[in-house]
């Protein structure tokens, strides 16, 4: 027994001392602001039960981790609507007082803190007005961190942000509503001094003239002209168009396109890209022809599968991406088709995988690391005070012909 209550005193204090060790460094996230100050508390309340009693009770242990994580779950609950809510003001004047406090009134400003702070949405040392220093950190927002094609432009963003000093954190918007206070925590308390965005929206709302006061911002991979940023992409347009103008000269007539979501810009690019080449040469442009997915394995596989089971099946497939190429190889091959002699597929972006495919893939291959190095050094450009004009800095792509393609019923 006494064995035991030396060992609950020194997890106590233990866990005591780093408690304080993390707020010495002042760490400004929510998460470990909040949590651990009540975490603290608790700490302190049972290490005087330890004191007067000689042991931890379990009802006091059972007590405190019920505390601990409703307070937890407060914390990674708490929305801007809840700001809203508590200040009694509107979720656009939460906006604008956290990321545009000059254009309120103090009181309002003052209000929408104390509420954040309450609600859990933001920690306490944004009410002490630190003058912003730099904290040689970047932000990369990345549509899905899962998705194979972003990997060689966070290489290049990476390499190059790392050879002028600065640290690279990644935020996934895969689950863009958990992440927007997160990320909306890391601008407001100043701890990244510029964002580079490889998607076509920001993971949260705000009005173009809130953005004049975000950190210098950079679009990597896609164009989104309205919200007027410096970019860096290929020309997704004339690319998709020389893609389907090759199989058009394989001899191909029947081409179907896997294309991404509508909403995406580069997916519009790429399917007009489609429709102009099959215009050029006269081909009807049929809408049953189109299937679209969202960038994944499955969303080739499913697409293809609906494709082939039109009356006039198509001979050959343009694919937005190789990840939905690649779906779709594999749903051929399941239904005991050959490619490329019974059906040819083309990707677009020219990933690893495409390279170790059965077969190989045919497709347009991005200078990926190149995009994100560019991106990079317009970035560093900015942060060093120089003007960056907004628009498009275009690189070049290349077709890639490999295994997947080939004339319509060459094996026949």
């Known amino acids: 027994m006494d064995a035991r209550r030396r060992s609950d005193r020194g997890l106590?204090?233990?866990?005591?001392?780093?408690?304080?060790?993390?707020?010495?460094?002042?760490?400004?996230?929510?998460?470990?602001?909040?949590?651990?100050?009540?975490?603290?508390?608790?700490?302190?309340?049972?290490?005087?039960?330890?004191?007067?009693?000689?042991?931890?009770?379990?009802?006091?242990?059972?007590?405190?981790?019920?505390?601990?994580?409703?307070?937890?779950?407060?914390?990674?609950?708490?929305?801007?609507?809840?700001?809203?809510?508590?200040?009694?003001?509107?979720?656009?004047?939460?906006?604008?007082?956290?990321?545009?406090?000059?254009?309120?009134?103090?009181?309002?400003?003052?209000?929408?803190?104390?509420?954040?702070?309450?609600?859990?949405?933001?920690?306490?040392?944004?009410?002490?007005?630190?003058?912003?220093?730099?904290?040689?950190?970047?932000?990369?927002?990345?549509?899905?961190?899962?998705?194979?094609?972003?990997?060689?432009?966070?290489?290049?963003?990476?390499?190059?942000?790392?050879?002028?000093?600065?640290?690279?954190?990644?935020?996934?918007?895969?689950?863009?509503?958990?992440?927007?206070?997160?990320?909306?925590?890391?601008?407001?308390?100043?701890?990244?001094?510029?964002?580079?965005?490889?998607?076509?929206?920001?993971?949260?709302?705000?009005?173009?003239?809130?953005?004049?006061?975000?950190?210098?911002?950079?679009?990597?991979?896609?164009?989104?002209?309205?919200?007027?940023?410096?970019?860096?992409?290929?020309?997704?347009?004339t690319a998709a168009f020389d893609a389907v103008s090759y199989l058009q000269k394989l001899g191909h007539k029947r081409i179907a396109c896997i294309a991404g979501p509508e909403e995406m810009p580069h997916c519009h690019y790429r399917l007009q890209g489609y429709v102009q080449a099959l215009r050029r040469t006269g081909t009807e442009v049929s809408p049953h022809y189109i299937a679209r997915g969202d960038f994944t394995f499955e969303a080739g596989s499913d697409a293809l599968e609906r494709l082939m089971m039109l009356p006039q099946p198509p001979t050959a497939i343009f694919c937005h991406t190789d990840v939905m190429a690649l779906g779709a190889i594999s749903c051929a091959k399941r239904r005991g088709l050959r490619v490329p002699e019974d059906l040819s597929i083309m990707g677009f972006d020219d990933i690893a995988l495409s390279k170790y495919c059965d077969p190989p893939l045919t497709t347009v291959a991005q200078p990926r690391f190149n995009i994100g190095k560019e991106a990079m050094l317009l970035l560093l450009d900015q942060l060093q005070g120089h003007t960056v004009s907004n628009g498009s800095r275009l690189l070049d792509c290349v077709l890639v012909e490999r295994g997947s393609t080939s004339a319509p019923g060459k094996g026949k």
């Open 12 to 237: 106590a204090q233990k866990a005591l001392r780093y408690a304080k060790q993390i707020e010495k460094f002042n760490i400004r996230h929510i998460s470990y602001e909040i949590f651990v100050t009540t975490y603290r508390n608790s700490l302190l309340r049972m290490r005087e039960t330890v004191s007067s009693t000689g042991c931890v009770n379990d009802s006091v242990v059972r007590a405190r981790r019920k505390t601990l994580k409703s307070t937890k779950q407060q914390v990674e609950n708490a929305t801007m609507k809840d700001v809203a809510v508590r200040a009694k003001v509107s979720t656009a004047t939460v906006s604008r007082a956290l990321m545009n406090p000059d254009k309120v009134s103090q009181h309002t400003r003052h209000r929408v803190e104390q509420a954040a702070i309450e609600v859990g949405y933001l920690p306490h040392s944004l009410g002490r007005n630190i003058k912003r220093n730099e904290s040689r950190t970047l932000l990369v927002i990345v549509p899905d961190i899962c998705d194979p094609f972003f990997s060689e432009i966070i290489r290049g963003i990476e390499i190059t942000a790392a050879s002028h000093g600065y640290l690279v954190l990644i935020g996934d918007c895969a689950h863009q509503n958990q992440q927007e206070k997160t990320f909306i925590d890391l601008i407001i308390t100043k701890q990244i001094d510029g964002m580079l965005l490889l998607g076509s929206r920001l993971p949260f709302g705000a009005s173009k003239e809130e953005q004049r006061n975000l950190p210098p911002i950079v679009m990597a991979n896609e164009f989104a002209p309205e919200l007027e940023l410096p970019t860096v992409h290929i020309d997704n347009l």
